[in-house]
């Protein structure tokens, strides 16, 4: 990558990290789900055309803390809804194993931890239908694992859920352009509705765009 192409990834990973850190303002909104997870596999696929070890690090963008903080709010939200309906639905089994907050998954040791998020995604799963009057959606499950994704692979894993492109041929510029795309036309227009509801959070979006020259 040249220097301009690192500049711009460093921008796609900081917005991709601020939305992690935000799930909980932007989670109920099904089009933002649909758009985080493209962006998550356009930057799945320029990571894949990198060839520098220490380039691929950096761009990952987020270290094995944060990753994890960002699983265990995501396993939570969609806890809490898993419960809710298991709770409706008077299955007190479900919804005991549903009872895990952010607290209970982040203190977890990380290989215990693995193995009780890949319990909590094929629980939402398995009633994701069910739970569509809750709210719930296959793309916000889909969220959830492209994070787990991301740190199985910073913490030396194979990713388990996302499928590796590669048939994929688009240049690397390609796929930045592709990138622009989405956000630009896209998902910013979205957060705006965020301008006047939770200026904060839409200001911190738009810091985390910006393009920083190095």
Known sequence: MNQNQ????EMLATTRTYLDANTAVWSAVPMINTMKNQLDEVILKISEHQ????????FLGSNKTALKKAVAEKADILNDVLAAYAGVEG????????DR???DLYKLANQEFM???????????DNVEAMADYGMSADQISDLKNSFDDFLAIHGQPRLYRVASSQ???????LFSQASELLSSRLDRIMKRFKNADPNFYRGYLSARVVVDN
Do not use: F, G, H, P
């Open 101 to 103: 907050s952010y607290s």
């Open 51 to 58: 060839e520098a070890q220490e380039a691929s690090r950096i």
């Open 168 to 174: 994929a041929t688009q240049a690397l510029e390609d």
């Open 6 to 9: 690192m500049n711009r990834a």
């Open 115 to 125: 193995t009780v998020i890949r319990e909590t995604i094929k629980l939402l799963e």
């Open 91 to 98: 299955d007190a089994a479900l919804e005991n194993k549903a």
